[in-house]
């Protein structure tokens, strides 16, 4: 069974090489929406496959990250990207150019990550991340599966490159969120909502 909970948020980038002139050249921003999809062969003690209470700590405050902020490549133009630092307190430097598909790809590893390390406490079991899409617009997304976030063709992502602006992780209900998935700490899932 899967399982979709649906995340708003606003962001800004430039998208440099692509066809488009306009995005290639001008700081511009979108409404996104973020779809999380989860699955299992399994229901929880509420019969469920994962408590959409659940997806409000966590998977939000990971989406969250990029809501009012900028994301920026890290192969950008170095003044660019040092200027954008300057002038904007939420930032999310990246290992990939910000396009929607990449951005679907940098989702599904951070809350893939996630969910690896979540500690399930009602009986949640083999929870998995089916996919992620990414609504630039309303009429265009890019929808990134386990093969796409993890093809090294399309540009390796390593949780260890994304890099957070201090503004953003002082935003996260646990401000160790970062280092745990970086050094692979657990998580646990409250037993009360």
Known sequence: MVIRKLFKFENAHI??????????????????????????????????????????RYIKDIVDS???????WKNDNSEYIENMQKFSERWILLPVSPSAEQLSRVLFVLIDRFLQLN???????????????VHETDTGYAQAFREDAYNENM?????????FSDAIQSEWSDRELYTKLLKGIPFQNPTNI
């Not at 990029?66 to 920026?72: E, G, L, V």
């Open 119 to 133: 500690q399930m406490v009602n009986g949640e079991k083999e929870v998995k991340l089916n996919s992620v899409i």
């Open 15 to 56: 998208v440099r090489k692509c066809t488009s002139r306009r995005c290639r050249e001008s700081v511009h921003g979108h409404s996104y929406k973020a779809e999380i999809l989860l699955q299992s062969n399994f229901l929880d003690n509420g019969h469920m496959v994962y408590d959409f209470g659940l997806m409000k």
């Open 155 to 163: 540009g390796r992502i390593a949780i260890s490159d994304i890099i």
């Open 66 to 72: 990029f809501d009012h902020s900028i994301s920026i």
